[in-house]
């Protein structure tokens, strides 16, 4: 009889060549309108989504490094993404192809904006684009509170209604009296690890 041998294990994806890497950013960059939360939901679908360079719990996670880094948090999560993929190469074309298109972009927008400014018709237009932002940041915050909930149910229903309170309740103390980003991280992580490893002993001690 033929000995069973294991299957062989999947080589790990290869990295993606550097062109392509600037490519990719290069299409955030120029299709970054709308701020922060645009941009975000585009390197999401880039790097989560259609290249699947990272999980949904690794881009969090990563996202969530960049909040208590100093500096433009954007600009630190396109480096730290870029030199997951490729190393050094791979951060500098990442910043290289957030920055360069959406600047000219600004630059030209802003000539622009300059001479079309008074009229009925741009005010409407700007008017428009503001709940269209803000469902842009209200899908994103879904996507990335997702897999933390998901993590919660898995540890138990306790944790998974702690995890959405401490959400929730972050969210309302960013809006009602902002605080540096770094203390709120640190404050809301802290908490939620703390309260966490609390239920999780208690369980453990209950269990026959």
Known sequence: MQALTEPPAP???SAPSLW???????????QSFGGGAATLTLIRQMAVVREEWLTDE?????WALCQITPGINLIAFAILI?????????????LAGLLVPSALLTIGMTAIYRQVQS???????????IPAAIGLGLVTAYNMGKPLTQAGIQDGWAIATL????????????????????VEVLAFGGLLFALA???RHRWSNQAP
Do not use: C, Y
């Open 11 to 13: 080589e790990p994806p």
């Open 20 to 30: 392509r890497v600037f490519l990719l950013w290069v299409q955030v960059g120029v």
């Open 58 to 62: 690794q881009f969090m996670m990563d």
């Open 82 to 94: 870029g030199r997951r993929t490729n190393g050094i190469p791979g951060a500098l074309l990442a």
């Open 119 to 129: 009229l009925p018709v741009t005010q409407r237009v700007l008017q428009g684009l």
């Open 163 to 182: 995890t959405i309170l401490l959400l929730l309740s972050s969210g309302a103390v960013m809006l009602l009296k902002p605080a540096p980003s770094v």
């Open 197 to 199: 490893n609390l239920i």
